[in-house]
């Protein structure tokens, strides 16, 4: 009996005692709050559905947004890169024009034995 006594002391009694009076009044409270259960859940469960739609309408606008921005973005490189396609297009173009005026017979320098 001493072992008993030594449960006792040290709450494990206590614990099952009320483990089982759970057990036994949970099944009784819910079919007592029945009533009261569906309707709080339906709430529960339309606010949820809300809240969802919300989100849904939030995140479906950030990412418009995203998506505008990104495109104004490659816009400015496609931009940038044809200006600098051009810039580099001018220049190669006025060096060969300089190199051919060079190279052509008529504009180049008499030589100094011949003038």
Do not use: C, F, W
Not at 49 to 58: D, F, Q, T, Y
Not at 97 to 111: F, I, M, Q
């Amino acid at each position: 009996m001493a072992r008993l006594e030594d449960l006792a002391k040290g709450g494990l009694g206590r614990g099952v005692a009320i483990g089982i009076g759970i057990a036994v009044l949970v099944p009784v409270a819910a079919v007592a709050l029945k009533p009261y259960l569906r309707p709080a859940a339906r709430s529960a469960l339309r606010l949820g559905l809300k809240a969802m739609e919300k989100a849904r309408e939030a995140t479906a606008e950030l990412a418009e947004m995203v998506e505008d921005v990104a495109a104004e973005v490659q816009d400015e490189l496609r931009a940038e890169r044809a200006g600098d396609a051009a810039a580099a297009g001018a220049a190669h173009t006025a060096d060969s024009a300089g190199a051919a005026a060079a190279s052509t017979p008529g504009n180049a320098d008499p030589s100094p034995g011949q003038g």
